[in-house]
């Protein structure tokens, strides 16, 4: 990351994220955005205006990648450049809660 200062309301957002089970990961790729993972799905997270928001969409790691849910010819599945995991029903009702809790952090009511 750039030199980046931090909200104290961004520190308690990145604070409720470890503590609800997400860890941070860094891709060389986006140093800009804070990369949060859990069970597998990603999200990079854009700190500018003073607030935490997703950066374009959740994925799914695919190699040392974020795999984007798209439709292929054989159904859904999560794919990184030349790699892709398959979005079963199981992992698709996964990455649904992923977002639905990520969202619940970074807007709480």
């Given at each position: 990351?750039?030199?980046?200062?931090?909200?104290?309301?961004q520190?308690?957002?990145?604070?409720?994220?470890?503590?609800?089970?997400?860890?941070?990961?860094?891709?060389e790729?986006?140093?800009?955005?804070?990369?949060?993972?859990?069970?597998?799905?990603?999200?990079?997270?854009?700190?500018?205006?003073?607030?935490?928001?997703?950066?374009?969409?959740?994925?799914?790691?695919?190699?040392?990648?974020?795999?984007?849910?798209?439709e292929?010819?054989?159904?859904?599945?999560?794919?990184?450049?030349?790699?892709?995991?398959?979005?079963?029903?199981?992992?698709?009702?996964?990455?649904?809660?992923?977002?639905?809790?990520?969202?619940?952090?970074?807007?709480?009511?």
């Amino acid at each position: 990351m750039n030199d980046l200062s931090l909200t104290p309301a961004q520190v308690a957002t990145l604070e409720r994220l470890l503590r609800a089970g997400f860890r941070f990961l860094t891709f060389e790729r986006y140093g800009a955005y804070f990369a949060v993972e859990r069970h597998g799905f990603v999200a990079l997270l854009d700190p500018t205006g003073g607030k935490l928001t997703v950066f374009s969409q959740a994925g799914y790691l695919v190699g040392e990648g974020i795999g984007m849910l798209v439709e292929q010819p054989g159904g859904k599945s999560f794919v990184f450049h030349d790699q892709s995991v398959p979005a079963t029903p199981e992992r698709l009702a996964a990455y649904e809660q992923f977002k639905k809790h990520l969202d619940e952090i970074l807007i709480p009511n």
